[in-house]
């Protein structure tokens, strides 16, 4: 623990995607002692090596392959014996993305669809994370529902050594056109269902896999739900993050929890200093939730906002809306494009009626011309 100008320095908080590796070297450069594994750090970043350390964990994840130019993809043993030779779809991404941005899904068993998406993130130059892109991944598709699963670590829970706990878990509503993937909404889920078991149980392993002992994370995930077994059974890592999930996810929980009392922020800050964590007997959500994702259906300036009184609506939460008249957008193609964001809480079928009423009143408009 160190002091400088009155501070007394507990612990480093990652509150970004690109501060992950960032904020446990700095723990330690400190001299802290609440940080997580620096041998596993780019495992908490990176895609491929996350599912390095997944896989020598015992779970099971996609097949991958690295490559660092377009020359490389006739060479692929996943294109030439998965996508050209079965007609499996494939999944091309830059290892360091997030929120599912340059992730490309192709299923049409050309090469040279797979190249030009390869050629796209490489001339780019630059990631999602403004870091320059010097390899690609190449992974088998998985199907199923998306799911994420939300997460606190802590040396402090319970008294019991490092422990992880599922705070809260989310369903993805999405549809795939031209090989882009968007959401649509995002809708909580019970994590102490019993047909979340499987679902719940992985997500604990690839935290730990990835050494995540301190702190928040989420681990994105598919799994197919078997109507004969009544849950949901082989779960596969998409990606996972030691951080705060983004979408208000912890906050919407915090509502959800309601008139159960708990600040997850308040417990995210302990977690990284090692203190106790003040956690509720359950993370049963007493309401549901659902976070609406309104895209761009087009590229060109945005001319107008047509915006319904989302505050009317019996299950308003809170909204954000980005778009702003003037701005040059493109189609929405994945999370972080959208034009607003609505988040809604109270009983399943009011939610379900007033997302229709969102849906149907909130527009953007833009003229495509103005390019």
């Not at 003040?278 to 959500?285: A, D, G, H, I, V």
Request: aromatic share 8%.
């Amino acid at each position: 623990m160190e002091q400088t100008n009155n501070y007394i320095i507990r612990g480093v908080v990652p509150l970004s995607e690109t501060a992950v590796e960032y904020s446990d070297t700095l723990s330690a450069l400190l001299g802290l002692q609440c940080y997580n594994d620096l041998g596993t750090v780019l495992a908490r970043r990176d895609k491929g090596f996350m599912k390095q350390a997944a896989a020598k964990a015992g779970l099971k994840v996609a097949r991958f392959e690295r490559i660092s130019s377009v020359e490389e993809v006739c060479m692929s043993d996943i294109v030439t014996q998965d996508y050209l030779a079965k007609g499996f779809p494939i999944v091309v991404k830059t290892p360091q993305g997030f929120s599912s941005t340059d992730v490309y899904i192709c299923r049409e068993g050309r090469v040279k669809e797979v190249e030009g998406r390869v050629s796209n993130i490489l001339q780019s130059g630059m990631g999602p994370d403004c870091r320059k892109v010097d390899s690609i991944l190449l992974e088998e598709y998985i199907s199923g529902d998306e799911i994420a699963v939300n997460i606190i670590a802590s040396s402090m829970i319970k008294g019991k050594g490092t422990s992880i706990v599922v705070t809260d878990v989310w369903k993805y509503g999405k549809t795939i056109t031209n090989g882009l993937a968007r959401y649509d909404r995002a809708d909580i889920m019970d994590l102490n269902d019993s047909s979340l078991y499987n679902v719940v149980k992985y997500a604990k392993g690839v935290a730990e896999a990835v050494g995540i002992c301190y702190g928040m994370g989420h681990v994105e995930l598919k799994a197919t739900y078997s109507s004969k077994l009544g849950c949901y059974i082989n779960p596969v890592m998409i990606e996972v993050g030691a951080r705060l999930s983004g979408g208000r996810k912890a906050t919407m929980m915090k509502a959800a929890l309601l008139p159960c009392y708990w600040d997850p922020f308040e417990s995210l800050i302990r977690a990284h200093c090692g203190l106790c964590l003040n956690l509720p007997n359950s993370f049963t959500p007493k309401q549901f939730v659902r976070h609406i994702f309104l895209p761009y259906n087009s590229d060109g300036q945005v001319m107008q906002i047509k915006h319904c009184d989302f505050e009317n609506c019996a299950s308003y939460h809170s909204h954000f809306i980005l778009a702003s008249i003037g701005d040059f957008v493109k189609k929405t193609t994945d999370i972080v494009t959208c034009s607003a964001f609505v988040w809604l809480i109270g009983e399943k079928s009011v939610v379900d009626a007033d997302t229709q009423f969102v849906l149907q009143n909130f527009e953007v408009v833009v003229d495509e011309t103005m390019l």
